[in-house]
T-cell receptor
Framework: GEDVEQSLFLSVREGDSSVINCTYT??????LYWYKQEPGAGLQLLTY?????DMKQDQRLTVLLNKKDKHLSLRIADTQTGDSAIYFC?????????????FGSGTRLQVQP | NAGVTQTPKFQVLKTGQSMTLQCAQD?????MYWYRQDPGMGLRLIYY???????DKGEVPNGYNVSRLNKREFSLRLESAAPSQTSVYFC???????????????FGDGTRLSIL
């Protein structure tokens, strides 16, 4: 979706941290989500953040939200080969009338052993 | 707990053929969605159903029809398949439409559809 932008590809070494970035356009979005898609599978909800929060941590995952710049990031600590997948950010766009989530194009994370 | 189940998982059609993709959820969710996923374009919403008995167009509805058969089931129909409809189709559900509240969507594993 053109309203939510992500870089296409990220490569890291096993054990390093990964940071996946996302920018969005709808300032009225209330919840922002990160999904993970493994090959041949559907999207799995990883985590979410409410728009009045700056940060949320969930085990190895840290979500940072800069509402002023409309920038969302997902940090994966101690990245493992099992983290290799496509990661999508998504927002609920209240003002567009779509009334459903709008997804970015996805960032393919490749973890090198 | 199966979550969201889609059938079939794979299908090959000839141009002009019709087909219905099935989706069922067992989470008692009110809202259901159909997306298509194409390389480099993320997920695009085709149709959604806010609640049983209602359906609405999404971003790319042309060439598709939907039926919300009951609370559990939401089907997607291609009346006359075209090569441009070759894609991976995902069904999703959520407790209700995510307006002001946290309503993450839960996805099925997808149907891979090829139109020759």
């Amino acid at each position: 979706g053109e309203d939510v932008e992500q870089s296409l590809f990220l490569s890291v070494r096993e054990g390093d941290s990964s940071v996946i970035n996302c920018t969005y356009t709808d300032s009225s979005s209330t919840y922002l989500y990160w999904y993970k898609q493994e090959p041949g599978a559907g999207l799995q909800l990883l985590t979410y953040i409410f728009s009045n929060m700056d940060m949320k941590q969930d085990q190895r995952l840290t979500v940072l939200l800069n509402k002023k710049d409309k920038h969302l990031s997902l940090r994966i600590a101690d990245t493992q080969t099992g983290d290799s997948a496509i990661y999508f950010c998504a927002e609920n766009q209240r003002d567009t009338g779509r009334r459903a989530l709008t997804f970015g194009s996805g960032t393919r994370l490749q973890v090198q052993p | 707990n199966a979550g969201v189940t889609q059938t079939p998982k794979f299908q090959v059609l000839k141009t002009g053929q019709s087909m219905t993709l099935q989706c069922a959820q067992d989470m008692n969710h009110n809202s259901m969605y159909w997306y298509r996923q194409d390389p480099g374009m993320g997920l695009r919403l085709i149709y959604y159903s806010a609640s049983e008995g209602t359906t609405d167009k999404g971003e790319v509805p042309n060439g598709y029809n939907v039926s919300r058969l009951n609370k559990r089931e939401f089907s997607l129909r291609l009346e006359s398949a075209a090569p441009s409809q070759t894609s991976v189709y995902f069904c999703a559900s959520s407790e209700s439409l995510g307006d002001r509240s946290n309503q993450p969507q839960h996805f099925g594993d997808g149907t891979r559809l090829s139109i020759l």
